[in-house]
C-alpha cells in the first residue's frame, strides 16, 4: 500500500482541507522556479515538482501554522521553501545513486544529465533561502539552514555507512535523521515558529516532524524487502541490490552466525552478488524476525510522533496529524 491509494488517506484529507493554500504554494513554486535566462532551470525543477508526488513536506508546514492559528501570508513562502529543498536533495540523490527512474517516471539525470541535475538542484537551493529571508524571521532561517545542512551531512555519512557491516542502529539513526527525519522537523517547527506558537508548542511540533519523519523512512526501507511492487513502485529488493544496509539487515547482521555474516559481508560490503542471494538475504530476515522487529521500531517512533501533539490545540487538523502518524506505518500490513 503505498501513501497515494484511495482517498480516505489522512494525507488526502490534509490535501482537502489545506487546498487553497496548496494553490498558492503551487503558484510560488512556479514563480519561482522560473528563469529568464537559463530555460533548461524550470524544464527539469518542472520534471520532477509536477510529478505528481504527494506535498507531504509543504504540507506539514501548512497544517503546522494553521494549527497554531497563525493568520499572515509567510507560511506559503515556508511550504515552497520546503518543497524546493526537498525537490534539490532529489535532484542531487539520483546522481550520487545513479538512479534511472523515481516515482514511475525517467529521472532528471537520465533525461538530461548529471550536470543539469546537479547545478538546477544548486538553484532551488538558492531559491529557497531567498523565500525563508523574505518572511524576516532569522529563527526561521536558522531552523532551515540547520536542516539543509543536516540533509547534506546525513547523505554524505550514508555513503561511508551503507555498504559497512559495522554500521549499527546508531548510525542508522543519524543517516535517516539527516535525508528525511530533519526536513520534516524543520517543516513542522516553522509553521508553529512563524504563526508565534508558545515555546512548548514549537517543540512540540519539532519533536513530531522527527518522529514521523524517522517512521517514515524505517517503513521505506522495511517495503523495500516486504512491499507489493506494484503499489510502492520499487522492486522488492532494490535495496539489497544496490548494497544498502537499512534497518532489516542491521538488525540481521547483528544477530549473524559466522556463516551468516559471511554471506552479509560478500553480498553488502563486496557487493559479490549470484542467483538466488536476494531470496536467501529474505530467509535469513525472516529467521531473525529482523522485519518484524524493524516494524515495531517504526510504531515507536509513530507513537513518539502522536504523543508529542498532545500540547497542541484540538482541532480536526491535529486529528489528521495523528491519522498521518497512523497511517505511516499502516503501509506495511
Known amino acids: 500500500m503505498s501513501l497515494d491509494t ?9 490535501s ?16 519561482r522556479m522560473a528563469s529568464e535566462h537559463a530555460p533548461r532551470i ?11 508526488g504527494k506535498r507531504l513536506r509543504p504540507m ?20 515552497a521553501t520546503v518543497e524546493f529543498i ?3 536533495t532529489l535532484l542531487h540523490d539520483d546522481v550520487v545513486d545513479e538512479s534511472g527512474q523515481r516515482r514511475g517516471r525517467p529521472t532528471a539525470n537520465l533525461l538530461w544529465d548529471n550536470k543539469s541535475s ?8 538558492a531559491r529557497s533561502f531567498q523565500l525563508m529571508v523574505e518572511t524576516g524571521s532569522l529563527r526561521v532561517l536558522d531552523i532551515l539552514a540547520n536542516a539543509s545542512a543536516t540533509i547534506a551531512e546525513g547523505e554524505v555519512l550514508q555513503l561511508t555507512a551503507a555498504q559497512d557491516l559495522r554500521t549499527d542502529e546508531g548510525i542508522y539513526l543519524k543517516v535517516v535523521r539527516g535525508k528525511t527525519a530533519a526536513l520534516f522537523s524543520a517543516a513542522t517547527e516553522v509553521g508553529g515558529v512563524i504563526a508565534g506558537a508558545p515555546e512548548a508548542q514549537v517543540k512540540a511540533l519539532h519533536t513530531y516532524g522527527d518522529a514521523l519523519g524517522i517512521s517514515f523512512q524505517i517503513v521505506d526501507d522495511l517495503l523495500d524487502y516486504a512491499g507489493d511492487a506494484k503499489a510502492t513502485g520499487k522492486n522488492v529488493g532494490d535495496d539489497f541490490r544496490e548494497r544498502k544496509l537499512t534497518l532489516p539487515v542491521i538488525k540481521a547482521v547483528a544477530k549473524a552466525d559466522s556463516e551468516e555474516r559471511a554471506f552479509w559481508t560478500r553480498t553488502i560490503e563486496k557487493g559479490k552478488q549470484e542467483e538466488g542471494d536476494l531470496e536467501h ?45 497512523d497511517y505511516v506505518v499502516a503501509r506495511v500490513n
Open 42 to 52: 524550470p524544464e527539469v525543477s518542472a520534471h520532477l515538482i509536477e510529478a505528481g
Open 16 to 31: 482537502t482541507l489545506l487546498a487553497p493554500e496548496m494553490e498558492a504554494v503551487n503558484a510560488l513554486i512556479r514563480a
Open 60 to 79: 506539514l508546514t501548512l497544517a503546522a501554522a494553521r494549527l497554531c492559528g497563525y493568520e499572515g501570508p509567510y507560511h506559503i513562502h515556508l511550504a
Open 118 to 125: 546537479v547545478l538546477v538542484g544548486d538553484y532551488l537551493f
Open 86 to 88: 526537498h525537490t534539490a
Open 6 to 14: 484511495a482517498a480516505t488517506k489522512p494525507h488526502e484529507r490534509l
Open 281 to 325: 538475504a529474505l530467509a535469513l530476515l525472516d529467521r531473525h524476525n529482523a522485519l518484524e522487529d524493524t516494524r515495531a521500531e517504526a510504531l515507536g517512533w509513530a507513537e513518539k510522533a502522536k504523543g508529542a501533539l498532545e500540547v497542541l490545540p484540538d482541532a480536526p487538523v491535529r486529528q489528521m496529524l495523528l491519522d498521518l502518524a
